[in-house]
Nanobody
Framework: VQLQASGGGLVQSGGSLRLSCAASGLILSGYAIGWFRQAPGKEREGVSSIMTNDGSTYYSDSVKGRFTISRDISTDTVYLQMNSLKPEDTAVYYC???????????????????????WGPGTLVTVSS
């Protein structure tokens, strides 16, 4: 599986963007897809994840209520709808995926993907104040 994140850009505070993570290669049931971000000078941060077996999701506290992760099964594309953007959301956003055991939760996947996941090139999101 290869991943390609897209949809980043420059937006004003309070605005919205939708990121896409397109997978080349079929993502079967039992995969986790996660969004991560890294701001300049900061460590990579887990943002959100979705499990393909049951559609369960996870959101970090910093984005909960503002971001929504979803998956289009027909195109193996995962979206991250980002609303009410803040300057502190400025970062390069990456998506990652890996096949994980069925008992792994979406929250647990955020800790596992950095170690075992396939990563694609990131997309830059810049939120101006």
């Amino acid at each position: 599986v290869q991943l390609q994140a897209s949809g980043g850009g420059l937006v004003q505070s309070g605005g919205s963007l939708r990121l896409s993570c397109a997978a080349s290669g079929l993502i079967l049931s039992g995969y986790a897809i996660g969004w991560f971000r890294q701001a300049p000078g900061k460590e990579r941060e887990g943002v959100s994840s979705i499990m393909t077996n049951d559609g369960s999701t996870y959101y970090s506290d910093s984005v909960k209520g503002r971001f929504t992760i979803s998956r289009d099964i027909s195109t193996d594309t995962v979206y991250l709808q980002m609303n009410s953007l803040k300057p502190e959301d400025t970062a390069v956003y990456y998506c990652s995926t890996a096949a994980l055991p069925g008992h792994v939760t979406a929250a647990q996947a955020m800790g596992i993907l950095p170690r075992v996941g396939v990563w694609g090139p990131g997309t830059l999101v810049t939120v101006s104040s």
